[in-house]
């Protein structure tokens, strides 16, 4: 192997890139050529020099920056349940003064608001949290059902 | 890391964080050596972190988040070189002495490489010896044939082995 031919493909070689016989072409090219063998080591070299940027990285809470900005950008259609679901509470808690069953249910709705408000922070749009947000309404819906049956029975009579 | 990748795609913020906290060395290496000043590099690196939050749904083969994480700093940094071909550039990796532990003969040397080498060479080289990424990872990630990929190494190691010997 001549040396213009080694040194094209030196870079190869240094990265295990060149097939098993040219490899050794290569390597027993440089093991011969003095020239050839200085031009690899600048080579490695260069490769540890390069390697020292892996020291360097962004400045200290980096992460935090960026987390803290990903969760103010929250997808909004999944944070927009948890306060209907407050009002919904309130609309029970006027209506049902008195029913110890609707005092609970605001009560649940009133606490599952503020649960659901902070495991978003944490997991945003995972498929446990839209699961919740289902049952919620669906318990929502059901209360609702509840109240106007009272509603109907007392305008009845 | 797989599985890191895999619950942050389905939403966990968490995972993501530990992502962020396992990429932001490598992915800073890279928009820094593109851009050339720490405050641009750290810019580019947060908006890469984010756009890849956004998209991370699209991501269909968990195994390449690597290489389309290292696609969008790429992506991102190039556009970035481009408005600024318009501004005064600044630094010039000069934050680097502020930055690293390291001798002071190797941060000359790493300086002057850097500031001598174009966009594409400082790129291409930082793909494969900090990000480690394979030939055909480095193609895939710059949109450009293997045959390329190769030259392009080979060029920028030349150069930069000229540019070392300039004055001793
Ligand atoms: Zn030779």
């Known amino acids: 192997m001549r040396c213009e031919e080694a040194r094209s493909l030196l870079s190869e070689?240094?990265?295990?890139?060149?097939?098993?016989?040219?490899?050794?072409?290569?390597?027993?090219?440089?093991?011969?050529?003095?020239?050839c063998m200085r031009q690899y080591d600048d080579?490695?070299?260069e490769r540890r020099l390069i390697g020292l940027m892996a020291g360097i990285g962004p400045s200290a809470g980096f992460t935090e920056r960026v987390m803290s900005t990903i969760r103010e950008s929250l997808n909004p259609y999944l944070v927009l349940p948890v306060p209907l679901m407050g009002i919904f509470a309130l609309v029970f808690m006027g209506l049902a003064m008195g029913q110890a069953i609707y005092r609970l249910l605001s009560i649940y709705l009133t606490v599952a608001?503020?649960?659901?408000?902070?495991v978003l922070k944490v997991y945003s749009n995972s498929i446990f949290v839209q699961a919740e947000i289902i049952s919620m309404l669906a318990i929502t819906m059901i209360a609702l059902i509840f109240l106007f049956d009272r509603l109907l029975k007392g305008a009845g009579r | 890391m797989e599985e890191l990748v895999r619950r942050a795609r389905d939403g966990d913020i968490k995972a993501f964080e530990g992502l962020v906290e396992a990429y932001k060395n490598k992915g800073f290496a890279l928009s820094y050596s593109i851009l050339g000043d720490r405050?641009?590099?750290?810019?580019?690196?947060?908006?890469?972190?984010?756009?890849?939050w956004r998209s991370l749904r699209s991501l269909r083969n968990i195994s390449a988040f690597n290489t389309w994480f290292m696609r969008i700093i790429i992506n991102l940094s190039y556009n970035e070189v481009k408005k600024r071909?318009?501004?005064?550039?600044?630094?010039?990796?000069?934050?680097l002495v502020a930055m690293v532990n390291m001798g002071a003969e190797d941060k000359v040397d790493i300086q002057k490489a850097l500031k001598s080498l174009s966009v594409d060479h400082r790129a291409i080289l930082i793909l494969r010896e900090i990000d480690g990424l394979?030939?055909?990872e480095i193609a895939d990630v710059l949109g450009i044939p293997l045959g390329t990929v190769k030259s392009r190494i080979n060029a920028a190691r030349m150069k930069m082995?000229?540019?070392?010997?300039?004055?001793?």
């Open chain 1, 43 to 45: 080579m490695l070299e």
């Open chain 2, 39 to 52: 405050y641009s590099a750290e810019d580019v690196l947060q908006e890469a972190f984010i756009k890849a």
């Open chain 1, 113 to 118: 608001s503020g649960v659901i408000t902070s």
């Open chain 2, 134 to 136: 394979s030939y055909e």
């Open chain 1, 13 to 35: 070689y240094l990265d295990g890139m060149l097939d098993e016989e040219a490899g050794l072409k290569v390597k027993l090219h440089i093991k011969e050529c003095a020239v």
């Open chain 2, 161 to 168: 082995r000229e540019i070392l010997k300039e004055e001793g």
């Open chain 2, 85 to 95: 071909r318009r501004e005064v550039s600044i630094d010039d990796f000069e934050d």
